[in-house]
């Protein structure tokens, strides 16, 4: 089992920055790949970004790619997302979710691959 926990989230205009945080405990977060899922009203989750267990290897969705950024600290045991430029369409519940990986470098952008969720935190962007 592994606790995930999200904070940063707030209230900001747009064109300004946020860095959002997930602390993990409970199991070796070397062990885990781990990803960043937004969730808007009326919409579907979806995908942000993913980093694998090292670190080595990541992923941003499109619509973030030049923007955010998301990196790992395996000493803080906490993966974060770099918000800049942020837009009204970034409005959201993001929350971070992991897997445990069985190789160093493997990401997914897939929803169903990740078995553990946070509770999430909101980002609103004004205009």
């Known amino acids: 089992q592994v606790q995930l926990l999200e904070s940063g989230g707030g209230l900001v205009q747009a064109g300004g920055s946020l860095r959002l945080s997930c602390a993990a405990s409970?199991?070796?977060?070397?062990?885990?790949?781990m990803a960043w899922f937004r969730h808007a009203p009326g919409k579907g989750r979806e995908f942000v970004a993913a980093?694998?267990?090292?670190?080595?290897?990541?992923m941003h969705a499109d619509s973030v790619k030049g923007r955010f950024t998301i990196s790992r600290d395996i000493a803080k045991t906490t993966i974060y997302l770099q918000m800049n430029s942020l837009k009204p369409e970034d409005t959201a519940v993001y929350s971070c979710?992991?897997?445990?990986?069985?190789?160093?470098?493997?990401?997914?952008?897939?929803?169903?691959?990740?078995?553990?969720w946070g509770q999430g935190t909101q980002v609103t962007v004004s205009s």
């Open positions: 409970g199991r070796p977060f070397s062990l885990f790949a």
């Open positions: 980093i694998s267990r090292s670190g080595e290897s990541t």
């Open positions: 979710a992991a897997r445990i990986s069985g190789t160093t470098s493997w990401t997914s952008s897939f929803i169903s691959d990740y078995g553990y």
